[in-house]
């Protein structure tokens, strides 16, 4: 079976799907943010069906160029383009954080210019979580006291009820659930001979962002059994680790895999760094309080300053582990956190003796033909 | 000797800022006539002194504390220790220098430092790589913007510069207040562990007392910019915030606006205008170009357009009260170190930004607003339509928009931006 074809999958093409629709058809709200720092599981635990806001097969940046200039990017542009299109209107609220300097802002674009255009009548309730630069324990202690004021928020203007331990109980077991077994398929693509390339995984993770996840466990074990009794890739292909800043679309991942590569890993928002922690409920903690330290403590992206080290020393250990022939480092034209990232890795990994390229590109594959000779050149390269 | 001069050249950059700066005044001094352009004049002698000053405490031994722009320098005078701004040094020596510090610029990009990141950090990041300065500590908050959280964590991770960080929340309330109070002090102790020393919070008191008083000062040129015709010159809303980030906490800081500040009252008093004629009143929400300040004087002169502020110049922190305890005083630094500017843009929603800018083109009479939108500045990017809009439908005010990069004159000229400013103005008259 060819996963492409999958129909589950096939909703990682789309920004709207069945399962959206069917969750609101029965009066259940659908919150759309941007960012993995907003608990999901304290959104789940309330009813509430968390959406990351994507540009999937999007091309277009017109309407956002209007309030966002060039030099931001244009992936949050994108988002905000899509927006303002009427396409992000299913959603009952939008909550944003402090994640970068892009989208952030959206919090009072989508309040002035989205949902206050004017033939937009619903109400769309924002919320915004500001997350510190550092992992301290002071750090810890302001980023809880945000969650306790978003889960009180969530009870009074949400559900109108209490969010009990017992629904976080459960939310939690959902939640591990889910990653453990993105985890168990992200095995399966580390192989030897890897039953899914990267494009098959994203396709995955996008899917499995979109809807809720109850659904989306049954849908990863039904793949995760077709994957298991699928044949491995034998062809003789490079065998790369995709790296950067946010991926949402397949032409990128394919253009890289069909010239050679499969993407046997990657370190990506809506890759692997979203799986690999499990919240632990352990030491007398609360439930609450247990998601909170997963979700603070957890694998970080560039915008955590003082956590560099961490996340090379992971890099280091995917390239090993996943027997890794190159590494592509990409980001967003324009993402400065990933920019800086970047730079770091491409002087930080030359000790493994790893072939890296550095590349920066648009949201979706605007100059296809100057990354597909860059991308060729380099698996050429790779003995 | 020859140890004083390897103590000194911890700190190439500030020499080279030194003699550039004091060539740049004998220049002045010795070209222009008797009252031509005196903000710069006090300007360039007051950081000159202090720059001296700075010089010896390296030769002395004294530890070098770079420091980002967004923690006030009276905040570590708690030390005895050669206090350098990094983004205070890039852009004065970007001013002063004939190709600026684009040589920095380039060795930065060529090690991978990406083309749309802060020249602001990028300047020192390319000295430090061309080992011209050696930290033995590094100071910042978390904020204002990407470019810091993203580039700072290079001195660390290349150059094993120890760096310490007061976590800044972008979010402004008695909670944060506190929060980034604690964030300072905690990091300040840390701070003296590094170098050795003990912070003497009582020598930290007066320099704040005295930046205290410049904050008055500082708020009564702005409030005489009310005037028609301006009473200030476009160049010292540059130089001010050269002053205001490089010797911030000095007595020559204090001076330097005492000075000023009765240059302006004259003015005013004689309905003076600097240019000659008062032709069209601006207001700049960002900044003015650092690359090239003659701009601001081909500005007053030629065009007869007065800058009444830019962002550097309309930010003003209530007093630190330095009489009550310690965690009081703390509170209040965390309260202006929020309201920094540009950090106060940054940790606060666009609401209240643009309020502020339709409140202040109403009560000085601005005629246009120009935006500058540097390369860099993520976190204003979303803003010029917004503020542009705003402008337009409640007061009828335009506002023209122009992107550069405020260090480097190869993104946008200053003959575009001169044209580009000569075009727009011609639709207002």
């Not at chain 1, 020393?313 to 190159?326: P, T, W």
Request: proline share 4%.
């Amino acid at each position: 079976m060819n996963l492409q074809d999958d129909p589950f999958l096939s909703i990682s093409n789309t920004i709207m799907n069945p399962y959206v629709s069917e969750w609101q058809k029965n009066n259940k709200k659908v919150i759309g943010h941007y960012c993995t720092y907003l608990p999901e599981e304290l959104l789940y635990a309330a009813g509430i069906l968390p959406f990351r806001i994507r540009s999937t097969g999007h091309k277009h940046t017109d309407l956002g160029d209007i309030y966002m200039v060039r030099f931001t990017c244009s992936f949050v542009r994108a988002t905000l383009d899509m927006a303002l299109r009427g396409i992000y209107d299913f959603l009952d609220a939008l909550f944003i954080c402090n994640s970068c300097d892009h989208s952030r802002r959206m919090f009072e674009l989508f309040d002035l210019k989205v949902f206050g255009r004017e033939e937009f009548m619903k109400q769309v309730q924002r919320y915004y979580v500001s997350i510190p630069h550092v992992i301290t324990d002071e750090g810890f202690e302001w980023y809880k006291r945000e969650i306790e004021e978003l889960k009180e928020n969530l009870e009074k203007n949400f559900i109108n009820r209490i969010i009990t331990h017992n629904d976080l109980k459960l939310s939690i077991k959902i939640y591990n659930e889910n990653r453990s077994l993105l985890r168990k398929i992200h095995e399966l693509r580390i192989l030897d001979a890897p039953r899914l390339n990267g494009s098959e995984a994203l396709q995955i993770s996008i899917a499995n962002a979109s809807v809720p996840k109850e659904i989306a466990n049954n849908e990863l074990k039904r793949i995760y059994n077709v994957l298991q009794e699928k044949e491995g890739i034998k062809e003789d292909f490079k065998r790369i680790l995709l790296v950067g800043s946010e991926v949402d679309d397949l032409t990128f991942t394919r253009l890289i895999e069909n010239s050679g590569a499969v993407l046997v890993s990657d370190f990506l928002c809506f890759g692997t760094r979203n799986f690999l922690d499990d919240v632990k409920i352990v030491n007398g903690n609360t439930p609450l309080e247990s998601i909170i330290n997963k979700v603070y403590y957890r694998m970080s992206c560039p915008r955590m300053m003082d956590d560099h080290v961490r996340r090379l020393e992971y890099l280091k250990n995917e390239i090993n582990r996943a027997k890794v022939d190159g590494v592509i480092l990409q980001r967003v034209n324009n993402c400065d956190l990933y920019g800086c990232e970047n730079m770091m890795l491409l002087h930080e990994l030359k000790e493994l003796d790893v072939p890296i390229l550095n590349i920066e590109r648009e949201f979706y594959q605007a100059d296809t033909t100057r990354l597909q000779t860059r991308i060729e050149a380099f698996l050429e390269m790779i003995s | 000797m020859e140890e004083k001069i390897a103590l000194e050249n911890r700190v190439i950059p500030i020499r080279m800022l030194y003699e550039s700066l004091s060539t740049t005044h004998q220049l002045v001094e010795e070209i222009l006539p008797e009252n031509g352009i005196p903000e710069l004049r006090i300007a360039l002698g007051k950081v000159k002194n202090t720059l001296r000053r700075n010089l010896e405490k390296a030769r002395e031994g004294l530890p070098i504390v770079g420091y980002h722009f967004a923690i006030p320098a009276e905040y570590i005078s708690c030390f005895e220790c050669v206090p350098v701004c990094l983004e205070g040094t890039g852009y004065y020596l970007s001013t002063l220098l004939l190709d600026g510090v684009e040589k920095y610029y380039d060795l930065m990009i060529n090690w991978g430092h990406p083309f749309h990141t802060c020249t602001a950090q990028k300047g020192p990041m390319g000295m430090v790589l061309d080992d011209l300065f050696h930290f033995d500590a590094i100071f910042a908050p978390t904020a204002p913007c990407d470019n810091t959280c993203s580039s700072y964590p290079f001195f660390k991770l290349e150059k094993k510069f120890p760096l310490i960080l007061a976590d800044m929340p972008f979010r402004r309330d008695r909670r944060s207040y506190e929060y980034y109070g604690e964030q300072i002090k905690k990091s300040l102790f840390e701070l003296g562990r590094v170098i050795g020393q003990e912070p003497d919070f009582e020598k930290m008191k007066k320099h704040i007392e005295i930046e205290n008083r410049v904050q008055e000062l500082r708020f009564e040129i702005f409030e005489l910019t009310k005037a028609i015709p301006s009473p200030i010159s476009n160049i010292y809303n540059a130089v001010s915030a050269g002053t205001f980030i490089l010797v911030s906490g000095t007595q020559e800081n204090l001076s330097f606006y005492e000075e000023v500040l009765e240059i302006v009252k004259l003015r005013y008093k004689k309905k003076q205008h600097h240019g000659g004629e008062e032709k069209i009143r601006s207001i700049w929400p960002y900044m003015v170009t650092y690359f090239d300040m003659s701009l601001c004087e081909w500005l007053d002169r030629e065009l007869g357009v007065s800058v009444l502020f830019d962002i550097f110049n309309y930010n003003f922190a209530e007093p630190i009260n330095t009489k009550s305890d310690l965690d009081t005083m703390f509170y209040d630094m965390a309260k202006k170190g929020m309201g920094w500017p540009m950090v106060k843009q940054s940790t606060d929603f666009y609401y209240a930004s643009l309020e502020n800018c339709l409140q202040m083109a109403k009560e000085f009479s601005a005629d246009c607003f120009i935006y500058t939108q540097s390369l860099a500045c993520k976190q204003f990017g979303s803003f010029p339509q917004l503020l542009r809009e705003a402008l337009k439908d409640e007061l009828g005010i335009p506002m023209l928009l122009i992107e550069f990069d405020v260090g480097d004159k190869r993104f946008t000229s200053l003959k575009t931006i001169k044209e580009k400013i000569k075009m727009f103005t011609q639709t207002l008259m």
